[in-house]
T-cell receptor, first 114, second 110 residues
Framework: AAGVIQSPRHLIKEKRETATLKCYPIPRHDTVYWYQQGPGQDPQFLISFYEKMQSDKGSIPDRFSAQQFSDYHSELNMSSLELGDSALYFC?????????????FGEGSRLTVL | GQSLEQPSEVTAVEGAIVQINCTYQTSGFYGLSWYQQHDGGAPTFLSYNGLDGLEETGRFSSFLSRSDSYGYLLLQELQMKDSASYFCAVPSGSARQLTFGSGTQLTVLP
Protein backbone atom coordinates (compact mmCIF):
# COMPACT_ATOMS: atom_id res chain seq x y z
CA ALA A 1 0.00 0.00 0.00
CA ALA A 2 1.15 3.51 -0.74
CA GLY A 3 2.56 5.45 2.19
CA VAL A 4 3.45 9.06 2.85
CA ILE A 5 6.68 9.90 1.06
CA GLN A 6 9.04 12.57 2.36
CA SER A 7 12.21 13.95 0.87
CA PRO A 8 14.98 14.45 1.57
CA ARG A 9 15.45 12.03 4.45
CA HIS A 10 18.45 13.91 5.75
CA LEU A 11 19.47 17.51 5.27
CA ILE A 12 22.41 19.49 6.61
CA LYS A 13 22.36 23.27 6.40
CA GLU A 14 24.30 26.21 7.79
CA LYS A 15 22.74 28.92 9.95
CA ARG A 16 20.80 31.51 7.98
CA GLU A 17 20.39 29.18 5.01
CA THR A 18 17.10 28.01 3.53
CA ALA A 19 15.68 24.49 3.38
CA THR A 20 12.73 22.97 1.58
CA LEU A 21 11.09 19.69 2.58
CA LYS A 22 8.71 17.83 0.33
CA CYS A 23 5.81 15.52 1.13
CA TYR A 24 3.66 13.28 -1.05
CA PRO A 25 0.55 12.21 0.87
CA ILE A 26 -1.33 8.98 0.47
CA PRO A 27 -3.60 9.22 -2.61
CA ARG A 28 -7.16 10.39 -1.88
CA HIS A 29 -6.28 11.60 1.61
CA ASP A 30 -7.88 14.98 2.14
CA THR A 31 -5.60 16.50 4.78
CA VAL A 32 -1.84 17.00 5.05
CA TYR A 33 -0.04 17.89 8.27
CA TRP A 34 3.45 19.02 9.17
CA TYR A 35 5.03 18.29 12.55
CA GLN A 36 8.36 19.16 14.13
CA GLN A 37 9.92 16.85 16.71
CA GLY A 38 13.00 17.72 18.73
CA PRO A 39 15.05 15.08 20.59
CA GLY A 40 13.04 13.54 23.41
CA GLN A 41 10.01 15.70 22.67
CA ASP A 42 6.53 15.07 21.39
CA PRO A 43 5.63 15.97 17.80
CA GLN A 44 4.68 19.65 17.64
CA PHE A 45 2.00 20.57 15.15
CA LEU A 46 3.08 23.19 12.62
CA ILE A 47 0.37 23.50 9.98
CA SER A 48 -2.27 21.53 8.09
CA PHE A 49 -3.99 21.71 4.72
CA TYR A 50 -7.46 20.43 3.97
CA GLU A 51 -8.20 19.90 0.29
CA LYS A 52 -5.18 22.07 -0.55
CA MET A 53 -6.35 25.01 1.54
CA GLN A 54 -4.54 25.99 4.73
CA SER A 55 -6.60 24.74 7.64
CA ASP A 56 -5.01 24.92 11.08
CA LYS A 57 -1.85 26.68 12.13
CA GLY A 58 0.18 25.69 15.17
CA SER A 59 3.55 26.74 16.50
CA ILE A 60 5.04 27.47 13.09
CA PRO A 61 7.67 30.25 13.11
CA ASP A 62 7.16 33.18 10.77
CA ARG A 63 10.37 32.09 9.02
CA PHE A 64 8.58 28.95 7.90
CA SER A 65 5.92 28.68 5.24
CA ALA A 66 4.12 25.80 3.63
CA GLN A 67 1.79 25.12 0.78
CA GLN A 68 -0.03 22.30 -0.90
CA PHE A 69 -0.01 22.09 -4.67
CA SER A 70 -2.57 21.04 -7.26
CA ASP A 71 -1.09 17.53 -7.37
CA TYR A 72 -1.59 17.33 -3.57
CA HIS A 73 2.08 17.28 -2.68
CA SER A 74 3.13 19.73 0.00
CA GLU A 75 6.31 21.65 0.72
CA LEU A 76 7.62 23.17 3.94
CA ASN A 77 9.98 26.08 3.35
CA MET A 78 12.27 27.16 6.16
CA SER A 79 14.36 30.31 5.88
CA SER A 80 16.98 32.02 8.06
CA LEU A 81 17.66 28.68 9.70
CA GLU A 82 18.66 28.66 13.34
CA LEU A 83 20.43 25.99 15.38
CA GLY A 84 17.15 25.34 17.20
CA ASP A 85 15.49 24.29 13.96
CA SER A 86 17.48 21.06 14.02
CA ALA A 87 14.80 18.40 14.39
CA LEU A 88 12.87 15.64 12.72
CA TYR A 89 10.14 16.99 10.48
CA PHE A 90 7.22 14.73 9.82
CA CYS A 91 4.57 15.00 7.21
CA UNK A 92 1.34 13.09 7.72
CA UNK A 93 -1.90 12.65 5.86
CA UNK A 94 -5.38 11.52 6.81
CA UNK A 95 -8.85 10.85 5.56
CA UNK A 96 -11.72 11.42 7.92
CA UNK A 97 -10.09 13.06 10.93
CA UNK A 98 -11.48 13.56 13.56
CA UNK A 99 -13.78 10.57 13.19
CA UNK A 100 -10.90 8.12 12.91
CA UNK A 101 -8.16 9.77 14.94
CA UNK A 102 -5.65 8.24 12.53
CA UNK A 103 -2.79 10.05 10.87
CA UNK A 104 -0.39 8.28 8.54
CA PHE A 105 3.13 9.57 9.03
CA GLY A 106 6.02 9.63 6.62
CA GLU A 107 9.47 8.48 7.72
CA GLY A 108 10.51 12.05 8.41
CA SER A 109 13.19 14.44 7.26
CA ARG A 110 16.04 14.99 9.67
CA LEU A 111 17.31 18.55 9.48
CA THR A 112 20.64 19.43 11.04
CA VAL A 113 21.60 23.10 11.22
CA LEU A 114 25.29 23.79 11.83
CA GLY B 1 -6.29 24.97 24.37
CA GLN B 2 -5.38 21.34 24.78
CA SER B 3 -3.49 19.65 27.61
CA LEU B 4 -2.66 15.95 27.84
CA GLU B 5 -0.90 14.37 30.80
CA GLN B 6 0.79 11.00 30.74
CA PRO B 7 3.61 9.42 32.77
CA SER B 8 7.07 10.07 31.39
CA GLU B 9 8.45 6.58 31.93
CA VAL B 10 7.21 3.05 32.56
CA THR B 11 9.30 -0.09 32.97
CA ALA B 12 8.05 -3.67 32.84
CA VAL B 13 9.35 -7.17 32.10
CA GLU B 14 8.66 -9.38 29.13
CA GLY B 15 5.31 -11.14 29.33
CA ALA B 16 3.87 -8.62 31.76
CA ILE B 17 0.93 -6.24 31.36
CA VAL B 18 1.36 -2.50 31.49
CA GLN B 19 -1.14 0.36 31.52
CA ILE B 20 -0.31 3.86 30.32
CA ASN B 21 -2.74 6.52 31.50
CA CYS B 22 -3.68 9.76 29.83
CA THR B 23 -5.76 12.60 31.23
CA TYR B 24 -6.77 15.43 29.01
CA GLN B 25 -8.28 18.89 29.01
CA THR B 26 -9.66 20.11 25.71
CA SER B 27 -11.96 22.87 24.56
CA GLY B 28 -13.74 20.42 22.28
CA PHE B 29 -13.46 16.65 22.36
CA TYR B 30 -13.77 14.23 19.47
CA GLY B 31 -11.87 11.21 20.71
CA LEU B 32 -8.54 9.90 22.00
CA SER B 33 -5.84 8.31 19.84
CA TRP B 34 -2.74 6.35 20.76
CA TYR B 35 0.51 6.25 18.81
CA GLN B 36 3.71 4.25 19.14
CA GLN B 37 7.08 5.64 18.15
CA HIS B 38 10.42 3.85 18.15
CA ASP B 39 13.60 5.88 18.42
CA GLY B 40 14.22 7.78 15.19
CA GLY B 41 11.09 6.34 13.62
CA ALA B 42 7.72 7.70 12.63
CA PRO B 43 4.70 7.72 14.95
CA THR B 44 2.46 4.77 14.17
CA PHE B 45 -1.25 4.72 14.90
CA LEU B 46 -2.37 2.11 17.44
CA SER B 47 -5.98 2.85 18.32
CA TYR B 48 -8.75 5.41 18.62
CA ASN B 49 -11.62 5.75 21.07
CA GLY B 50 -14.44 8.00 19.94
CA LEU B 51 -16.87 6.58 22.47
CA ASP B 52 -16.58 5.43 26.07
CA GLY B 53 -15.39 1.90 26.61
CA LEU B 54 -12.74 -0.53 25.59
CA GLU B 55 -11.30 -1.09 22.12
CA GLU B 56 -9.20 -4.20 21.62
CA THR B 57 -6.67 -4.78 18.87
CA GLY B 58 -4.60 -7.88 19.44
CA ARG B 59 -2.29 -7.43 22.43
CA PHE B 60 -3.21 -3.74 22.70
CA SER B 61 -6.40 -2.32 24.18
CA SER B 62 -7.46 1.25 24.76
CA PHE B 63 -10.08 2.63 27.10
CA LEU B 64 -11.88 5.94 27.28
CA SER B 65 -14.04 7.61 29.91
CA ARG B 66 -15.29 10.94 28.58
CA SER B 67 -16.90 11.88 31.89
CA ASP B 68 -13.52 11.52 33.62
CA SER B 69 -11.48 13.01 30.72
CA TYR B 70 -9.33 9.93 31.03
CA GLY B 71 -8.10 7.10 28.91
CA TYR B 72 -5.48 4.40 28.98
CA LEU B 73 -3.55 2.10 26.71
CA LEU B 74 -3.14 -1.48 27.92
CA LEU B 75 -0.33 -3.58 26.52
CA GLN B 76 -0.44 -7.31 27.27
CA GLU B 77 2.14 -10.07 26.86
CA LEU B 78 4.88 -7.49 26.58
CA GLN B 79 7.68 -8.16 24.11
CA MET B 80 11.08 -6.53 23.83
CA LYS B 81 9.98 -4.89 20.59
CA ASP B 82 7.29 -2.98 22.53
CA SER B 83 10.04 -0.78 24.00
CA ALA B 84 9.14 2.60 22.50
CA SER B 85 7.47 5.90 23.25
CA TYR B 86 3.70 5.95 23.46
CA PHE B 87 1.68 9.10 22.88
CA CYS B 88 -1.93 9.88 23.51
CA ALA B 89 -3.36 12.49 21.15
CA VAL B 90 -6.55 14.40 20.49
CA PRO B 91 -7.94 16.14 17.40
CA SER B 92 -8.08 19.86 18.13
CA GLY B 93 -8.51 23.25 16.54
CA SER B 94 -10.88 22.87 13.62
CA ALA B 95 -10.15 19.14 14.02
CA ARG B 96 -7.52 19.36 11.29
CA GLN B 97 -4.69 18.93 13.76
CA LEU B 98 -3.72 16.29 16.28
CA THR B 99 -2.25 17.46 19.58
CA PHE B 100 0.08 14.96 21.23
CA GLY B 101 0.81 14.35 24.88
CA SER B 102 4.39 14.48 26.08
CA GLY B 103 4.82 10.75 25.62
CA THR B 104 5.57 7.76 27.85
CA GLN B 105 8.85 5.94 27.36
CA LEU B 106 8.20 2.22 27.86
CA THR B 107 11.16 0.00 28.58
CA VAL B 108 10.64 -3.75 28.47
CA LEU B 109 13.25 -5.76 30.35
CA PRO B 110 14.12 -9.40 29.70
Amino acid sequence: AAGVIQSPRHLIKEKRETATLKCYPIPRHDTVYWYQQGPGQDPQFLISFYEKMQSDKGSIPDRFSAQQFSDYHSELNMSSLELGDSALYFCASSLGLPNTGELFFGEGSRLTVL
Amino acid sequence: GQSLEQPSEVTAVEGAIVQINCTYQTSGFYGLSWYQQHDGGAPTFLSYNGLDGLEETGRFSSFLSRSDSYGYLLLQELQMKDSASYFCAVPSGSARQLTFGSGTQLTVLP
